[in-house]
């Protein structure tokens, strides 16, 4: 099986903000994960990501919050899109 794209998409909030989402569905886990998914989630203000959950190779799976990086765990995609929506409201308020 080849690496599979299942979404890549923009939001825009308002003019100043916008996130985004890619996330691939990969033969084998990336290195440091221990899922089959690769994925970025980044909320960006102002030209500035100041929120982002990806799993870079070796790294695993963690997230950028302003200048601090932190390892999450991953359990579902769909508890990650929620761990990610709920940062980001917190954020925008």
């Known amino acids: 099986m080849a690496a599979k794209l299942l979404e890549k998409s923009r939001k825009v909030i308002d003019e ?11 033969p084998e886990p990336v290195p440091g994960s221990a899922h089959p998914f690769e994925y970025r989630l980044a ?34 995609l769909g508890a990650l899109f929620e761990a990610f929506q709920t940062d980001m409201e917190r954020i925008l308020k």
């Open 16 to 26: 100043t903000t916008f996130f985004e989402v890619v996330l691939w569905h990969l």
């Open 43 to 76: 909320l960006v203000v102002n030209g500035e990501c100041v929120l982002r959950y990806d799993n870079e190779r070796g790294k695993g799976d963690h997230r950028h919050l302003g200048d601090q990086e932190e390892n999450i765990t991953f359990t579902t």
